[in-house]
Nanobody, 117 residues
Framework: QVQLVESGGGLVQAGGSLRLTCIAS????????MGWFRQAPGKQRELVAE???????YYADSVKGRFGISGDNAKNTVYLQMNSLKPEDTAVYYC???????????WGQGTQVTVSS
C-alpha cells in the first residue's frame, strides 16, 4: 500500500505560478510511473504530466511549455511546477503512482487549484 499526500494548491491570478507537492509513504524509486491528473467540474479526469521509471516524460498539449514534473527520490516526493496559469487550469489536481507494471494504482486525495481571470 502507498499513501500519497498532495499539497500546494490554492487561489492564484492568471499568469501566476504554483508548485504542487505529492509525498509518498514509500520510495518512489520502486514506482513504474508517477504523475499528476486533474478534474474540472463536469469534466473527466485527465492526465496532465507523468514520468516513468524508464525515463519517459509526458505532458498534455494544454500544459506543454508551462508545467514541469519532477521527482526527488530522497524525499519520496513528486512535484508539479505550474507557470503561466490560466483560468482553464482550474481543477482538482491528483497525484497518481503505479507499481508492478500498473497492477497497483494509488491516488492522492487531491488539491484544489483555482485560477482567477
Amino acid at each position: 500500500q502507498v499513501q500519497l499526500v498532495e499539497s500546494g494548491g490554492g487561489l492564484v491570478q492568471a499568469g501566476g505560478s504554483l508548485r504542487l507537492t505529492c509525498i509518498a509513504s514509500r520510495s518512489i524509486f520502486s514506482m513504474d510511473a508517477m504523475g499528476w491528473f486533474r478534474q474540472a467540474p463536469g469534466k473527466q479526469r485527465e492526465l496532465v504530466a507523468e514520468f516513468t521509471s524508464g525515463g519517459s516524460t509526458y505532458y498534455a498539449d494544454s500544459v506543454k511549455g508551462r508545467f514541469g514534473i519532477s521527482g526527488d527520490n530522497a524525499k519520496n516526493t513528486v512535484y508539479l511546477q505550474m507557470n503561466s496559469l490560466k483560468p482553464e487550469d482550474t481543477a482538482v489536481y491528483y497525484c497518481r503512482v503505479t507499481r508492478q507494471f500498473g497492477a497497483y494504482v494509488y491516488w492522492g486525495q487531491g488539491t484544489q487549484v483555482t485560477v482567477s481571470s
